[in-house]
């Protein structure tokens, strides 16, 4: 079984900024894409980015673009998130994902990040 784990959401006032991690942990695994998601309060779910693990390609939702930053490290077998220039609406719980053979979609357990205006 493969497990995803987030950490490092937090309050933080409206312009600063906060890394949130992800830890990919159990059996061998390679992603082929890791993506980060979230959810506010009365809202669905939405993509927020994504990254492949073999190469440099990257991709945004457009209320994210050039603020926020994916990346990864493949030997700690982690995916980061770096977020800059926080909005009030960027309050959420943030989940990373995955795509797992044999395993279907896997998501973390969440983190909150709030944005104080």
């Known amino acids: 079984q493969v497990q995803l784990v987030e950490s490092g959401g937090g309050l933080v006032a409206a312009g600063g900024s906060l890394r949130l991690s992800c830890v990919i942990s159990?059996?061998?695994?390679?992603?082929?894409?890791m993506e980060w998601f979230r959810q506010a309060p009365g809202k669905d779910r939405e993509f927020v980015a994504s990254?492949?693990?073999?190469?440099?390609?990257?991709a945004y939702a457009d209320s994210v673009k050039d603020r926020f930053t994916i990346s990864r490290d493949n030997p700690k077998n982690t995916v980061y998130l770096q977020m800059a220039e926080l909005k009030p609406e960027d309050t959420a719980v943030y989940y990373c994902s995955a795509p797992v053979s044999g395993q279907g979609r896997t998501w973390g357990q969440g983190t909150q990040v709030t944005v104080s205006s």
């Open positions: 990254i492949v693990w073999s190469g440099s390609f990257t």
């Open positions: 159990g059996r061998t695994f390679r992603p082929y894409v």
